[in-house]
């Protein structure tokens, strides 16, 4: 009973705790000029419909900067996206 209990234990440890997998990228801004709009956006990437309302919520932006933070068991996913597009006045 005891070494059951331990193994058990000891799978969920091994699964439970596996290393974070970070992942960014960052793209060139489009212009250097200080007229550009930005907004970052967090939120799981598990999730058809959150994914699909950032997407048409930012159509038309550029992405200039995504950064995802993951286990190697994928139980949490997290992600930011960084959107930019010029100024309208």
């Known amino acids: 009973m005891k070494i059951g209990i331990i193994l058990f234990l000891s799978l969920v440890f091994l699964n439970g705790c596996a290393p974070a997998n970070i992942s960014s990228n960052l793209r060139h801004p489009s212009d ?3 007229s550009m709009q930005t907004r970052c956006v967090p ?3 598990g999730n058809k419909k959150v994914m699909s309302d950032v997407t048409e919520e ?5 992405v200039v900067y995504t950064s995802e933070y993951t286990t190697g068991n994928k ?3 997290a992600m930011v996206m960084c959107f930019e597009r010029p100024y309208s006045k």
């Open 32 to 34: 250097s000029s200080t």
């Open 43 to 45: 939120l799981t990437t």
């Open 58 to 62: 930012f159509d038309g932006w550029k």
């Open 75 to 77: 139980a949490t996913t």
